[in-house]
Every structure is written in C-alpha cells, then in structure tokens.
C-alpha cells in the first residue's frame, strides 16, 4: 500500500519547498493506490487465453444465452411464473470474472438478475430451470424462483430482490472470510441503479476500514428499469465512486471476456494480498427490457441493434476462435451442442413435480449453514 507523501501540504503547515516534479505513477503520491490497479490494467488490457480456455469461456457464454433465451420461451409460455430478468448482453462478466474465482473458498452474491451468475459457477441447467418453473428439483427446492436462487454448495448467496442489500450482505460474507481466515474472498455484484443505494456505501467504508476481502463489481449495463444512468446519476464513472474510502476503481469494458478476466486477475491478486476491497465497474449492455414484462420504450431499436451488431461479446469470442482455426461448421456443431443442453434443461423442468404442499412450511428459517 502506498504511504502519504511525505511532501504533502497538511492544513497549518507551512507548504514544503518546490517539490522535484513527480513522476507520472509513483509510489510516493498518495493517491497511487487508487490508480495502481487501473494502470496495471492499462499497461495489459486483456487476459492471455490458451485455446482450450478460450473455447471454454465461448461454451459458458453461449450457454447463458441460449439458457436465457429459452427462459423467455418459457415465460412466455406460462411456464415460468412472477418476475423473471434476462442477462443477454451481459454474460462476458460473470464468466471473465467467475472464470478467475477459486470455487473451493470464494463466494459470490448477486441481485435478482441472476441465472448467468449461476452457471457461470457450472451449476447444473437442469436445477436452474427447474428453480424458474417452481419445481421440487430447482436449486431452491421450486421455493425462489427466478429471483431467489441460492446454493452454500457452491458459496453462491443469491439471488436477491431488494436492490443494493446484496452489497451489504457481501461485506457480510467478506468478514466471515476475513474472520474465518479461509483466503477466500466476495464478490458482490450489483447494478448502476443499485448504485445509488445508500447501504452500498456503509459497505464501502466499513469495508476499506477493516480491509475486507471483497470486489464490488457494478454491472454497469446502462439502465435501471426504465432510468438511463444519465438521469439518474450525479457521476456516471462509477468505478471513482470508492474514491471517498480509498478503495482504488477499475473500469472495464464489460462486453470483452478478455479484459474483464484481466481485471479479475489484477483485483483478485490485490484483495487476495490483504490490501482490501477494489471497486470494480464493468460497462455492458442488457438486450432485453429490465424483466419479461418491459417492452423497453425508453430506448430506441437502433440503439439496441447497434450494440447487437458492433458489440456483442459472443461474437466477439467468436472472431478470436476463427482466427484460431475454429471454423463456421466447428462453431455451429458447438451451438447445436449447447441448444440441446439446454432443450433438456427445459424437458428436464417441465416434467418435474412442483413441491409437496407441505413443503410450504420448510425451509422458513435457517438454523445452520
Ligand atoms: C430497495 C429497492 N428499491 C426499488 C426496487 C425496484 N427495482 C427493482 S429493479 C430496479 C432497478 C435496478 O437497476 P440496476 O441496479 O441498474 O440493475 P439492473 O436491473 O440493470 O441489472 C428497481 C428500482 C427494489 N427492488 N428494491
Ligand atoms: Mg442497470
């Protein structure tokens, strides 16, 4: 960690003589630390994938979107009941930065929009379907739904509704790995309209002070609910917004898998290394409205074709994998693949049982986990 410069003015003292021109980063400007990470990141911008990674994060990719896809079939079938938010668009973050987890001991907590955060951790599509048709074999026993997955299993806490309370419950989550000494740390997602919670920088402070293990990633794609981030926030960077706690930001573009890997490499290597939390702001962009039932009006087709057609991030993959020596043919045989996975996922939770009635009364409170 960087150290107050010995030559900063201070109120009452007299200032020093002139100063040696500083030079661009240095270790002596106490603002360093806030600047170390995102300078780390320009100086290599995107993360070196062998091959078989590369393909790899192109599979989890393409997963969550033809997962999500026949979610909204789904919901538009009747089969999937109440609120249900698609991560179209979105899913080059979960997989760049939940690639770089180590599973054994980080935990990760998310809001409501929440079905790619849970297969990037390799959780079963079969359990996630199920959970969004009700059914006794969803992760959450059919009890959640779309907006309330959760499995210790696999340390992935939710799931939640309440926008910005998962930050809170991540510094939560962050203290017991601190606590618990286990190495582990939190990765707390949430969106540019949670960002504007007030809890969100109770969490901050606390957790820049006790110098917890957590990344606070904003997934910043645009809009909350109808409410373009211009109208709705005073500072739209929202990876300057620890700046006030001294936590250092990033900014990433969310829509390249590369680079948010990279960013998941330098920030998880300086929380790991006991210096505290990063801030972490991932700039994307969702397809779809804010649920099933938003028909988007307050943004035009163009802009959504244009993101579809000049920055999309499968697409993107996709073009490395070409010039890797993947072909049209390789590429289709792996979306055909993934379409059938899927297509059981789907079979797998239409034809499952809804809980038992009495299963009503379990699971109401948690005694242990
Ligand atoms: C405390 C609280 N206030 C308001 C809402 C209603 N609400 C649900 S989602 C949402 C927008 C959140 O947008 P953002 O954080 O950008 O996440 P995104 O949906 O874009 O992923 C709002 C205001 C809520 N669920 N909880
Ligand atoms: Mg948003």
């Known amino acids: 960690m960087a150290k107050a410069s010995k030559t900063s003015t201070t109120k009452g003292k007299a200032a020093p003589a002139r100063a040696k021109a500083k030079p661009a980063v240095s270790n002596e400007d106490p603002n360093f630390a806030l600047r170390s990470l995102q300078d780390a990141l320009d100086k290599k911008k995107r993360y070196t994938a062998s091959e078989e990674q590369l393909l790899h994060f192109y599979k989890q990719m393409l997963l969550i979107r033809r997962f999500e896809e026949k979610a909204g079939q789904l919901y538009g079938l009747g089969l999937i009941g109440g609120f249900c938010h698609l991560y179209i ?23 409501y929009r929440d079905h790619g955060h849970m297969l990037a951790y390799g959780i079963d599509p079969n359990v996630i379907m199920a959970e969004l048709t009700g059914r006794a074999a969803g992760i959450s026993q059919g009890k959640g739904g779309s907006m309330h997955m959760f499995s210790t299993e696999h340390k992935f ?7 910005g309370a998962q930050v809170s419950l991540g510094g939560g989550l962050a203290f017991a790995h601190q606590y ?51 109208r709705s926030s005073a500072e739209t960077e929202f990876y300057r917004r620890g700046t006030a706690f001294r936590i250092p930001g990033m900014k990433v573009n969310g829509m390249d898998v590369l680079e948010v890997r990279q960013a998941a490499e330098i920030a998880f290597k300086y929380v790991r290394e006991g210096n505290g939390p990063v801030l972490m702001e991932c700039n994307t962009y969702r397809y779809r409205g804010h649920s099933m039932s938003d028909p988007a009006k307050y943004r035009t087709r163009e802009e959504v074709q244009g993101q ?39 079979d797998f939770a239409e034809s499952s049982p809804e809980p038992e009635p009495g299963e009503l009364y379990t699971d109401v409170l948690v005694e242990e986990y």
């Open 89 to 111: 668009g979105q899913e080059a973050v979960a997989i760049g930065l939940q690639s770089a987890l180590d599973s054994d001991v980080d935990s990760v907590i998310t809001g």
């Open 157 to 163: 806490y939710g799931g939640h509704g309440i926008v």
């Open 180 to 230: 618990n000494e286990d190495g582990g740390l939190c990765l707390a997602y949430f969106g540019d309209g949670a960002a504007n919670q007030g809890q969100v920088y109770e969490t901050m402070n606390m957790a820049a002070l006790w110098k917890l293990p957590i990344v606070f990633v904003v997934e910043n794609n645009q809009y909350a609910m109808g409410t373009a981030v211009s």
């Open 308 to 346: 579809r057609e000049k920055n999309d991030p499968i697409e993107r993959l996709k073009k490395e994998l070409g010039s890797a020596g993947y072909d049209e043919d390789k590429l289709k045989e792996i979306d055909k693949g993934i379409r059938a996975t899927v297509a059981d996922a789907a």
